[in-house]
């Protein structure tokens, strides 16, 4: 049995390395059959917002909406409830496979068994 993983990413393009790297470790652990929950929160809410360019900028990076489809494509992108309230983002601005959630959801996914929680 694979563990599920769950990324919670707390930063958007004002820090593109490290939000990389949290998409690109959850579109890895797809590819590779893993459950996998990305949460986004602060500015990183905007990755999953519609009709936005979530294009961080760096050389030898897959681009970031390749890595968001394979993410997306799971229905598992949680979006922060009060981060979403806070840039008046609702549930219609955002892209198939996401959906708002708040803190005790969060809790309940990383306190399974066999979960294993990465945040960056």
């Known amino acids: 049995m694979t563990r599920t993983l769950a990324v919670k990413l707390t930063c958007g393009a ?3 390395e490290r939000a990389n790297q949290a998409l690109t470790v959850a579109a890895s652990a797809v590819a ?6 990305l949460w986004l929160t602060g500015e ?3 990755f999953a917002v519609r009709n936005r360019d979530p294009d961080l900028g760096l050389e030898h990076a897959m681009a970031t909406t390749d890595l968001l489809a394979a993410v997306l494509a799971t229905e598992q992108v ?3 409830s009060q981060c979403a309230a806070r ?6 601005d955002l892209m198939v496979g996401a959906r708002i959630a708040g803190a005790a959801a969060f809790t ?4 399974r068994t066999d ?3 990465l945040v960056y």
């Open 14 to 16: 004002e820090a593109p």
């Open 78 to 80: 949680r979006v922060c």
């Open 44 to 46: 990183a809410v905007w």
């Open 108 to 111: 309940e996914v990383v306190l």
């Open 115 to 117: 979960v294993q929680a």
């Open 32 to 37: 590779m059959g893993a459950e996998v929950s």
């Open 87 to 92: 840039r008046s983002i609702t549930e219609d």
